[in-house]
């Protein structure tokens, strides 16, 4: 098994690297959150791997963090999830934003994904929620974030990272009687003050 590599870029794809690790180049597929952070060729990379082997040849999928790389491990986990698809959906948001809208079971901004249906969104929620609440240690900001998942989505279309949207919607006051557009007021005056 290839844990992990660590080299020198030497050609970059849309979704792939290649990394030379002493004199022997690796073709890796990635996220768009690593390959994002890759940079430029001739710069070396640490990544964490997972290696898949089947009857039609052997792929190679690295990932910046291992956090990132135990997220999609556990996404291929699911019946019906391929390596490919669990890609997708680490390109289409970052792993943070994922492991929470598996956590607080949001099937539709997983059916925003190409490629993930109805169905399969289901059996993501129905198979990963436990699991991925205890490894991603869920805290207080995912318990803020319920109920206002609207407002996260503003934030984030407005540019800010979810983490930053994710702690702005945890900083809004406890009471329920808030109307959408005063929650938004609140969490960029948020932003303000920092």
Same mark, same amino acid.
């Given at each position: ?72 491990? #556990?996404?291929?986990?699911? @019946? ?31 059916? @925003? ?8 969104? #289901? ?33 984030? #279309? ?37």
């Amino acid at each position: 098994m290839i844990a992990g590599l660590k080299g020198t870029v030497e050609a970059v794809g849309s979704n792939w690297v290649i990394v030379d690790v002493g004199g022997i180049s690796f073709q890796v597929f990635l996220p768009t959150s690593t390959l994002s952070s890759i940079g430029i060729i001739g710069k070396e990379v640490k990544l964490n791997t997972f290696l898949q082997i089947r009857e039609d040849g052997m792929a190679l999928y690295g990932f910046g963090s291992a956090r990132e790389l135990a997220l999609f491990q #556990s996404l291929i986990s699911v @019946s019906g999830i391929g390596p490919r698809l669990g890609l997708a959906l680490l390109s289409a948001m970052d792993a943070e934003q994922l492991a929470a809208a598996i956590a607080r079971g949001d099937e539709d901004l997983l059916t @925003s994904v190409p490629g993930v249906g109805k169905k399969t969104a #289901s059996r993501i929620v129905l198979e990963l929620k436990d699991k991925i609440g205890k490894e991603w240690m869920i805290t207080r900001e995912l318990e803020a974030v319920q109920g206002n998942g609207d407002v996260l989505a503003a934030l984030t #279309s407005l540019g800010y990272s979810v983490a930053e949207a994710t702690r702005a919607v945890a900083s809004l006051p406890a009471s329920g009687n808030l109307d959408l557009e005063e929650k938004i007021k609140l969490a960029l005056k948020y932003f303000g003050e920092k």
